[in-house]
């Protein structure tokens, strides 16, 4: 199976940018298809953006849509998340996750595989 390990989180002003990376191992990243979620304190895990195995169709929450970007390096065994833009209503853990059966969605309880999380802080 595969293990996953984000990176990139940090505390940014609003109006700024931040780059999250999710890291595969164990397994070819390119089995999977992949999403980020976010979860901010007290409130459920939600669906922010996914993307197919090879990268040719992806998926975009309302929220984010215009401000993040996902994107992905096989060869690399990376998943990317960059964020735009950026609002203290983003404010969240950021999770990516694995999802071996096809296609997308946005039900978190799809994906199989989940990283640790990195916080992003945006300060207003």
């Known amino acids: 199976q595969v293990q996953l390990v984000e990176s990139g989180g940090g505390l940014v002003q609003a109006g700024g940018s931040l780059r999250l990376s999710c890291a595969a191992s164990g397994r070819a990243l390119s089995d999977y298809n992949m999403g980020w979620f976010r979860q901010a304190p007290g409130k459920e895990r939600e669906f922010v953006l996914g993307i197919t195995r090879g990268g040719a169709n992806t998926d975009y929450a309302d929220s984010v849509k215009g401000r993040f970007t996902i994107s992905r390096d096989n060869a690399m065994n990376t998943v990317y998340l960059e964020m735009n833009s950026l609002k203290p209503a983003d404010t969240a853990v950021y999770y990516c996750?694995?999802?071996?059966?096809?296609?997308?969605?946005?039900?978190?309880?799809?994906?199989?595989?989940w990283g640790q999380g990195t916080q992003v802080t945006v300060s207003s």
């Open positions: 996750a694995a999802r071996p059966s096809q296609g997308l969605t946005r039900n978190k309880n799809g994906y199989n595989f």
